[in-house]
Every structure is written in C-alpha cells, then in structure tokens.
C-alpha cells in the first residue's frame, strides 16, 4: 500500500518550510494543505490538539508535530534515501544541538527586531549578529555545516533566509556586510533544487510581515 502523505502548513512559516524542504529532499509525494492561521481547520485542531499549530505531517493517518520532530521522523521513516542526519551518534547528537541553538534563539531575535522600537530594536539587532556570528564560528570554511553535505542544521537553519529581506528593511541592517559566511552559504543552499522550489520570494515574505506589524500596530 502506498504511503499516505499530508502536510498541513502555512507558506511563510520557518518551520514548515524544513519539513518541505526534506520531503522534497527525500522524493516524497505529499498533498499539501495551506492553513488560515486565524481560522484553523478541524483538521488541525483534529491533529494537532495540544499546540494547534503547524506544521503537521500525517502519515497513513497519523500525525507528527513539530517541525525539528517531523524532520527527523522523515529521516528515520525514509532513511533509504538522502540522509539528513550522520549515521554516527556524535555527530548526530552534534547537528541537534545546533538546530535546536537555531530554535531557540533565531525566531526571537526576528520577532524583536520586526515588533519592538527603540532600545529594544537596537538591542535585537546586536543579538542577531552575535547569534549569526556564532553560526558563521560553526560553519568554518565547510560548504554546509554538517561538512561536504547539506543536512539537518542546513534544513534548520536555510528557511530563515527567505526572511532576512524584511528583517534588513524593518531593522536597517546590511546583513552580508556583517555576515558574509552566512550569505554565501544561503546562496550556496539555493542552488539546490529543493531549497530554491521551497523557499518564498523575499519580497512576498516582507510584505506579509508588513500585514501582520501594521495589523498589531508595530509598522
């Protein structure tokens, strides 16, 4: 029997775009449902009780949630294919770490930089470049940061990129001209297929967060 895929998402979340970018990584055909975040489906709230939020994946029926746990679930269920994770425990434990450092501290120094004024905008602005900077110390000269690959962290971390636009508007920042590793890196993980059909148009991505500042009086 075939494999019954759904992924229930919102096409400018972060974290949907991970589970995207490693089902199309892996090959996986997936029917894909965009969620109204302000009017959730049945299905969702079905699926996703606890938290109510995206992204969901069902399998065969049954649904995964959270995005780092989708991900590795992927990994695990299709592991014929493009690992995402080392095959050496270390290393894995490794690229954990880093993507859960990424889902810790990236999310809330773009939500400081796109929702507050003043002091604490600048304030969020100097913790964006150190966050980076720490991420450029872990990336070295590598091509990726698991090494000659793109893995986990690089799914982790890649669909940040497609908000760096808003965040360089919103916050007057030059982020190459801090963090040219990154950049590089960002364009390096663009020329493959499955994160260039993935990520959004920059553009698209700051007019939404445009929306939704002036919506909640931060614009």
Known sequence: MADEVVLLDFWPSMFGMRVRIALAEKGIKYEYK?????????????MNPIHKKIPVLIHNGKPVCESL?????????????????????????????????VDKKVIEVLMKISTTKGEEK?????????IFKI??????DK???????????????IPY?????AIETIGELNIEAECPKIVAWAKK???????????????????????????????
Not at 135 to 140: C, R, S
Request: glycine share 8%.
């Open 69 to 101: 746990i989708i991900v590795q679930y992927i990994d695990e269920v299709w592991k014929d294919r493009c690992p995402l994770l080392p095959i050496d425990p270390y290393q894995r434990a490794h690229s954990r770490f880093w993507a859960d450092f």
């Open 143 to 157: 091509p990726y940061f698991g090494g000659e690959t793109f893995g986990f962290v690089d799914l982790s971390l």
């Open 135 to 140: 991420l450029e110390g872990e990336l070295g």
């Open 34 to 46: 965009d969620e109204d975040l302000r009017n959730k489906s049945p299905l969702l709230l079905e």
């Open 122 to 130: 600048e304030a969020g602005k100097m913790e964006f470049f150190e």
């Open 161 to 165: 990129y497609s908000w760096f636009y």
């Open 189 to 219: 993980c663009l020329q493959k297929e499955t994160v260039a059909k993935t990520l959004p148009d920059q553009k698209k991505v700051y007019e939404y967060v445009e929306q939704m500042r002036k919506k909640f009086g931060n614009g």
